[in-house]
């Protein structure tokens, strides 16, 4: 099992930024799949970055080149650069670990962080 506990969520005015955190409770094995989400009021949860084991990264158009997706080995960590932050980026953001066990059928145990709420407003 693994607990995952995020931090580093507010408020902010438009323009700002944000960096979020997500603290595992022990060492992430490999191969893996790391991810933000984010979930709008009414709205789907949708994926904002991911980074794998092998330390690909990718991130959703509307976030590309604001939202920067990272981790630390050594503390076990997770992170969310958020940069130019615009109202549209409001939403309760969730860290996202899944630890592959399996690959071909892929198989994994997946993990979820408590959630944070990021408000971008003027």
């Known amino acids: 099992q693994v607990q995952l506990m995020e931090s580093g969520g507010g408020f902010v005015q438009p323009g700002g930024s944000l960096r979020l955190s997500c603290a595992a409770s022990?060492?992430?094995?490999?191969?893996?799949?790391m991810s933000w989400y984010r979930q709008a009021p009414e709205k789907e949860r949708e994926l904002v970055a991911m980074?794998?084991?092998?330390?690909?990264?990718s991130h959703v158009d509307s976030v590309k080149g604001r939202f920067t997706i990272s981790r630390d080995n050594a503390e076990n960590t997770l992170y969310l650069q958020m940069n130019s932050l615009k109202p549209d980026d409001t939403a309760v953001y969730y860290c996202?670990?899944?630890?592959?066990?399996?690959?071909?059928?892929?198989?994994?145990?997946?993990?979820w962080g408590q959630g944070t709420q990021d408000t971008v407003s003027s």
């Open positions: 996202n670990i899944r630890e592959i066990w399996h690959l071909t059928p892929m198989r994994f145990n997946e993990y």
């Open positions: 022990r060492t992430i094995r490999s191969p893996y799949i």
């Open positions: 980074l794998t084991s092998d330390y690909k990264t």
